[in-house]
């Protein structure tokens, strides 16, 4: 790897952005950054305040004051409010039907987007990037090396996510998981600020019957026709 490269990975829930983002990044020695572990996080700091979602203003002093973190905790990255790990609270239900709302609200995207471009930006200056979200490769790194959207059927990402929440311990049904995915999916390209959609110059991989092996090969193979992959 001759030069430090950024990497944007846009789509839906459970498409599969973050178990690829782990592994790619562990493949290019790269740094992982989960830009909804943001979003989450901030939620749940108004959830515990009591504070009115659809407030911006409200939403808005909140990620001012409260201490949001993305830092490494075992093989993958963790989430820490103030200091405390939440991690695996992050991904409960109640705060996956919370995060549309507060990541719709224009002023705290605006805020969140460039507290993720400078953390990008001063990372990158020493490690490789590898960024998912929902607008990375539209909004937050627009002039990445790579831009990708992953996509899969309906079933499989919920299925995924299900799966995701088994492991954390999450309680949950399938059919609750199938229609927050089908309700994420309406509120993310809706939503005014900074909508789910397909940047103009990116691929997209459909990972409905991939592998994470099949689509990090994927992922290899289109860094090496840029000439930013240089490994056998």
């Known amino acids: 790897m001759s030069k430090k490269i950024t990497i944007a990975i846009d789509g839906p829930v459970g498409s599969g952005k973050g178990t690829l983002a782990i592994n790619l990044a562990k493949k290019i020695d790269a740094t992982f950054l989960y830009t909804g572990a943001m979003y989450r996080e ?9 504070k009115d979602l659809n407030n911006e203003d ?11 973190e993305l830092k490494p905790a075992g093989d993958e990255i963790g989430a820490f409010l103030n ?12 705060i996956s039907r919370a995060v549309p ?11 969140m987007v460039n507290r993720q471009r400078k953390l990008a930006e ?6 490789n990037i590898v960024m998912e979200g929902r607008d990375i490769s539209t909004v937050v790194m ?33 059919e609750e998981v199938v229609k927050d995915v089908e309700d994420r999916d309406k509120k993310d390209i809706e939503r005014k600020a900074s909508p789910l959609k397909v940047a103009e110059d990116a691929i997209v991989i459909d990972t409905t019957n991939d592998t994470i092996e099949d689509t990090v090969s994927k992922f290899i193979e289109e860094l090496k026709k840029r000439n930013l992959y240089d490994k056998n």
């Open 122 to 127: 001063n990372l990158g200056r020493e490690k």
């Open 58 to 68: 409200e939403v808005l002093e909140v990620l001012r004051r409260v201490k949001i």
């Open 142 to 174: 627009p002039n990445a090396d790579l831009k990708v959207f992953l996509t899969a059927d309906l079933k499989t990402r919920a299925k995924r996510r299900f799966d995701q929440f088994k492991e954390k311990g999450v309680d949950t049904t399938f």
């Open 42 to 50: 901030l939620a749940l700091a108004c959830l515990r305040e009591n």
């Open 83 to 94: 200091g405390e790990d939440v991690s695996v609270e992050i991904f409960k239900p109640y």
């Open 101 to 111: 709302i507060v990541s719709a609200l224009p002023k705290v995207r605006e805020e």
